[in-house]
């Protein structure tokens, strides 16, 4: 049972993107990667690195796209970018139509070189429309379906999987580091799933209401109930869309509202206030400090605050 209430999606613009990209001499830069014996390596944003990193450990430098704390879904390529890419030998991705800006940004480098790893290869993704309360917003839908996978500990061995395999390929001399620490990273991640599954067990069925639909996949693998996304628009919320959150949130008897962290809206507080439910925070791991241990932190954190919002 899932229904999207007022989303309002920022209309995002990468007209300008060809031309900032040739505001670069480009000519200059696709040789540079062919001139070192390291392989350079590219993960778009915070996640992607954090697991990318896991697997390389110090032997190779992994760099950063998105800047943490840059929404990835709104994010603008910037000349920077586009002489990183132009410098890589391998793009690691989320996929599943998160990185929106890059197909062009790629493209418009043109680096016959780069080689690129996409983490979310062979995950079946939820589509909305697999949600039966679901309204559509036309203005925006993830067409190819929810790409929040890293959020979920089981989804994330396997991008972690994907993102080794990639590496093997296409840089085999590291083969046998490349193995070693993915099997120390997935490990930890199979730790980390059991104790959201011990922790969460008694809480089967809590149901809960977000702020933003980065959490069904967490949902769904521990049997909590993710009731409605509410997307508070930017601008121009009428009393008519607070109303509607309170009734879902009555209809459902959910058991608290998650934000994401650093979201205070105050209208979120008027809504928790009429409803006397918590607003408590949940991390979606896009920003943070680049260690490949923070990932486990902060997915600690969210297990902490389900337990709490479902108590």
């Not at 009555?250 to 009429?274: C, P, W």
Request: net charge negative.
């Amino acid at each position: 049972m899932f229904q999207t209430i007022s989303r309002h999606w920022i209309t995002r613009s990468l007209s300008g993107l060809a031309a900032l990209v040739t505001t670069i001499s480009l000519g200059n830069l696709g040789s540079v990667a062919q001139n070192q014996n390291e392989t350079k390596i590219v993960a778009t944003f915070l996640p992607i690195y954090i697991f990318t990193k896991g697997i390389t450990g110090e032997s190779t430098e992994v760099e950063i796209l998105i800047p943490p704390g840059t929404d990835p879904h709104e994010y603008q390529a910037t000349p920077d970018n586009a002489r990183t890419i132009a410098e890589a030998d391998v793009l690691v991705t989320n996929g599943l139509g998160i990185e929106e800006f890059l197909d062009k940004l790629v493209n418009s480098v043109g680096n016959s070189q780069l080689q690129e790893i996409n983490a979310s290869q062979n995950i079946d993704p939820l589509k909305e429309e697999d949600d039966d309360h679901h309204e559509h917003d036309h203005n925006h839908d993830h067409e190819e379906g929810n790409p929040h996978v890293w959020l979920d500990p089981v989804l994330a061995q396997q991008q972690v999987k994907n993102i080794r395999d990639g590496l093997i390929k296409i840089d085999p001399k590291n083969a046998a580091t490349y193995q070693a620490n993915a099997k120390i990273y997935l490990e930890k991640l199979q730790e980390l799933d059991q104790e959201f599954k011990t922790r969460l067990a008694p809480f089967n069925g809590c149901k809960f209401i977000a702020f933003h639909d980065a959490y069904p996949y967490l949902a769904k693998r521990y049997n909590l109930e993710q009731m409605a996304v509410v997307e508070l628009p930017q601008d121009n919320i009428t009393p008519g869309d607070i109303q509607r959150v309170i009734k879902a949130a009555k209809e459902y008897h959910v058991k608290g509202l998650l934000a994401e962290i650093g979201f205070n809206d105050r209208r979120m507080q008027q809504i928790s206030k009429e409803l006397g439910l918590p607003v408590k925070t949940l991390d979606p791991i896009i920003n943070g400090p680049l260690e490949t241990q923070y990932y486990f932190r902060a997915m600690r954190n969210n297990l902490k605050t389900l337990e709490e919002v479902c108590q």
